[in-house]
């Protein structure tokens, strides 16, 4: 079945003006369900992190999951985690 791809850059885009907001959200973004966490004071259960990381994920894990974790603070870069192992491209075929 052809699955239509977002351009990671657009979703690095939207994801970043979501963390400016800092305000949680949840919802459909490039047609797959997304949501937006912001940080967070208190640390994650059984974690030495001292904070809880605002994070981003759009997608379905193995079929294509794109995430963002702000887990060195909310100034910097995020780590970012890419699945698309269910993803196989095959050559377009020119038409007869």
Avoid at 17 to 38: C, I, M, S, T, V
Avoid at 72 to 82: M, Y
Wanted: hydrophobic content about 40%; charged content about 25%; some cysteine.
């Amino acid at each position: 079945m052809p699955v239509v791809i977002p351009s990671l850059d657009e979703v690095r885009k939207f994801a970043a003006q979501l963390h400016n907001d800092g305000k949680a959200w949840q919802g459909e973004a490039f047609g797959r369900y997304a949501e937006y966490n912001p940080e967070q004071a208190d640390p994650p259960l059984d974690s030495k992190m001292t904070f809880t990381p605002a994070d981003f994920c759009i997608g379905e894990s193995g079929i294509w999951f794109f995430s963002l974790m702000w887990e060195r603070g909310r100034e910097a870069e995020p780590v970012e985690f890419l699945d698309n192992r269910g993803i196989i491209e095959e050559p377009i075929k020119a038409a007869a």
